[in-house]
Every structure is written in structure tokens, then in C-alpha cells.
T-cell receptor
Framework: GEDVEQSLFLSVREGDSSVINCTYT??????LYWYKQEPGAGLQLLTY?????DMKQDQRLTVLLNKKDKHLSLRIADTQTGDSAIYFC?????????????FGSGTRLLVRP | DARVTQTPRHKVTEMGQEVTMRCQPI?????VFWYRQTMMQGLELLAY????????DSGMPKDRFSAEMPDATLATLKIQPSEPRDSAVYFC???????????????FGQGTRLTVV
């Protein structure tokens, strides 16, 4: 089955690191994604990782993938108040030649000054 | 500035009325997704299309919801009759053709906030 789970809420102080965790179920997912949703807006792709990679770094963002445990994490270094948003992880189960995106429930990140 | 356009942005309607939400995908994108976002259920995939053909609409209540793509520039999601439990934000997203790398990126519209009273 397809199921993506995330913790609902995370609060950090400005300047600290944030770590948002996610577990997924479908091992056929070729890519795993992190999206960000700011208030009143749609989701926006932040970063993604190919399933045969363990880690991907993109400026302040680090994605770690443990394929054995089906665990994905997003680390934001030097978290800023502008990073306050909802973060969604998503898997992309492969169905024949088609793909779809299944999202977790989202983690609301609150950055305190 | 390529973007997914959804109309209307907000809709308030009475229970029992028909609601039609529209989406214009990014030009050249051949995949269109419809998602519903609520506090309780999070982001649910309702349906998705590739090359205008519906691939999966198992997340959609069939008795009242319907999704179509009359042409490559327009996707519609219709609810008839609407019920208060349909109140949510409905997002449309489009994606480019899946290449050899098999990366499925979705670009989201700003959503239609539907309130059924």
C-alpha cells in the first residue's frame, strides 16, 4: 500500500537546525521529494533525492535516505523565520509506466525568533 | 512566467449546488493532478491524468465528483451535489513529461478554497 507518515509539528529557535522526518511504504518509488507550503499558497518543490542515493545536500538543505528502513529526513541548517511553513514529503510509486505523487500529512515548522 | 492557474480562488456555495473548479496546467505539461487538502485528512490525491487520459481516480468519491480534461489546456473538477464535508482547499498540479530519469515533479496552483454551507 501507499502511505507516507510525518510528525505534525516542529518548533525550533532561529539559527538552530531543524530535522523533519518521514516514513514511506512503497519501495518502488524511484524518487522521494520534499515540498514546502507557505500560508495561502500551493506546494513548491524544495528538493528531491534519487532512491539509490543516501544523502543529497543543497545549500542549507540536507536530505538523508535510509532505504532499508524507508525513512527520509530533511535537515535545514541555520533555520530562519522565513522557513516557517508546512513541509511535505512525498513518494512516487511506480505503476507500470505511470507515476503519481503521494504526500504525507505535512509537518508544520515554527521558527521562534 | 509559467504557472498553474486555478479558478476560482474562493467559492462559497450552498449545500446541494453544483461546483466546478478549473485548472490551466503549464503549457507542455502532460500530467495533471487534483488534490484536496483538509486539516483532518491532509493532502489527498483525488485523481490524475496523463495526456488527458484519467489514470487513477480511486481517491475520488464517484457518486458526486467528476474530473475531466476537455483539452490539454483545461482540467475541471466538478462536485454535484456539494455537501458541507466537501469544504476544503482543492489543488491542481501539473507535471512535465516523464523523461528517462523518471523524475515526477509537480507544479502546484494556488488552490481553490471551497466552503459549502
Amino acid at each position: 500500500g501507499e502511505d507516507v507518515e510525518q510528525s505534525l509539528f516542529l518548533s525550533v529557535r532561529e539559527g538552530d537546525s531543524s530535522v523533519i522526518n518521514c516514513t514511506y511504504t512503497d519501495s518502488s518509488s524511484t524518487y522521494l521529494y520534499w515540498y514546502k507550503q507557505e500560508p495561502g499558497a500551493g506546494l513548491q518543490l524544495l528538493t528531491y533525492i534519487f532512491s539509490n542515493m543516501d544523502m543529497k545536500q543543497d545549500q542549507r538543505l540536507t536530505v538523508l535516505l535510509n532505504k532499508k528502513d524507508k525513512h527520509l529526513s530533511l535537515r535545514i541548517a541555520d533555520t530562519q523565520t522565513g522557513d516557517s511553513a508546512i513541509y511535505f514529503c512525498a513518494e512516487s510509486p511506480r505503476m507500470d509506466s505511470s507515476y503519481k505523487l503521494i504526500f504525507g500529512s505535512g509537518t508544520r515548522l515554527l521558527v521562534r525568533p | 512566467d509559467a504557472r498553474v492557474t486555478q479558478t476560482p480562488r474562493h467559492k462559497v456555495t450552498e449545500m446541494g449546488q453544483e461546483v466546478t473548479m478549473r485548472c490551466q496546467p503549464i503549457l507542455g505539461h502532460n500530467t495533471v493532478f487534483w488534490y484536496r487538502q483538509t486539516m483532518m485528512q491532509g493532502l489527498e490525491l483525488l485523481a490524475y491524468f496523463r495526456n488527458r487520459a484519467p489514470l487513477d481516480d480511486s481517491g475520488m468519491p464517484k457518486d458526486r465528483f467528476s474530473a475531466e480534461m476537455p483539452d490539454a489546456t483545461l482540467a475541471t473538477l466538478k462536485i454535484q451535489p456539494s455537501e458541507p464535508r466537501d469544504s476544503a482547499v482543492y489543488f491542481c498540479a501539473s507535471g512535465p513529461p516523464v523523461g528517462p530519469a523518471m523524475n515526477t515533479e509537480a507544479f502546484f496552483g494556488q488552490g481553490t478554497r471551497l466552503t459549502v454551507v
